[in-house]
């Protein structure tokens, strides 16, 4: 990044598609679904992220169809 002049960057999920699709969404066990989904997210920011917290932010997969399963996991 230094190299390149880049300050930041904001790391979105491509592997697991934009809305986490490949993970939760027309999944049939709901449960395995979500554990996948904040796996994700809990390597994204705990461990990617925190090598250069000030310059990397990730894009957290949060599940779209339940509110309230996604206010609890954007809370973490």
Not at 3 to 19: C, H, M, T
Not at 23 to 44: E, S
């Amino acid at each position: 990044m230094d190299i390149d002049g880049v300050w930041g960057q904001l790391l979105f999920p491509n592997y697991a598609r934009f809305a986490g699709h490949r993970f939760y969404l027309g999944t049939k066990d709901h449960d395995l679904a979500l554990a996948c989904l904040r796996t994700y997210n809990d390597y994204l920011l705990d461990e990617w992220c925190a090598t250069r917290p000030a310059r990397l932010y990730g894009a957290a997969v949060l599940p779209l169809n339940d509110i309230d399963e996604a206010v609890a996991e954007l809370r973490g």
